[in-house]
């Protein structure tokens, strides 16, 4: 009959619907709940239950309490809702912390969250020089192509970067862009090591960039913190006063956070 379910599919509804109505619980309570509490509550068959517990335990929608022998919503619950906010949590945050970077270095500066393959800008400061680099609110720009997305990029789970690197298409943007998934790799991991990423016209012919990431209690990156610095001005010594700059930058924006 038309609009008739298979078993099978009526099977996977049902799981679906377990695993929603388990969230929903335990969030509603936002106290660890043990098996035979949700088992009771729920009506899940335990058999059933202990997949569905171990499921979401190893996915980190869910976290086992060994104290209480309980479980309480994961850190996979809380990212999904900082995705559905778009940084919106960070903004408000980071504002008068970027206004701080300009002004310390006199050099334009922004905010940047992931959308999809792209970083988007959420928040910028203009630098107040005659030379300098424009960053508009909602700008876009490929991960691998610029500072603030290479600090994304290289703090991503491990899961994410795997299926970001297999859908990623490197486009010769300028003569200095990274053009293969092995040299990408290479540069993320010396990112993870430092905390801090740059560029060097690669994204846009005479600018430089440096930025660090602002990551959450897990590691995983909310943001990063960007200045662009037009070429005429880049050295070693403005780039070492910009990590300087960003590394307080992003620890004032992570104390507001927790705080």
């Excluded at 509603?28 to 239950?49: D, F, M, V």
Aim: net charge negative.
């Amino acid at each position: 009959m038309d609009g008739e379910k298979t078993p099978t599919e009526q099977g996977v509804v049902k799981s679906a619907t377990r695993a929603l109505d388990l969230l929903e619980y335990i969030g509603r309570w936002g106290a660890e709940k043990t098996h035979s509490e949700i088992a009771e509550e729920l009506g899940i068959p335990k058999s059933s239950l202990t997949q569905l517990l171990k499921t979401l335990v190893n996915r980190g929608y869910l976290a086992y309490v060994p104290a209480t022998k309980g479980y309480e919503l994961g850190t996979a619950v809380a990212r999904l809702a900082r995705h559905a906010k778009g940084g919106s949590e960070v903004i408000p945050a980071a504002e008068s912390v970027l206004e701080w970077v300009t002004l310390q270095t006199q050099e334009s500066c922004a905010l940047n969250v992931m959308r999809g393959m792209s970083s988007q800008v959420v928040a910028c400061v203009t630098s107040p020089r005659r030379l300098l680099y424009h960053m508009r609110l909602g700008d876009t720009a490929p991960l691998y192509a610029t500072s603030g997305g290479k600090a994304l990029l290289a703090f991503l789970p491990d899961e994410m970067l795997k299926e970001y690197l297999a859908r990623v298409t490197f486009e010769p943007i300028t003569l200095a862009t990274i053009r293969t998934v092995k040299a990408l790799i290479d540069e993320l991991e010396v990112v993870r090591q430092s905390g801090v990423a740059y560029v060097v016209e690669e994204f846009t012919p005479g600018i430089a960039g440096v930025a660090r990431p602002l990551l959450d209690e897990s590691g995983f990156p909310l943001a990063s913190i960007n200045i662009a610095i037009p070429m005429p001005r880049f050295n070693d010594a403005v780039r070492d006063h910009c990590v300087e700059v960003l590394g307080e930058a992003v620890a004032t924006v992570s104390r507001r956070l927790a705080g």
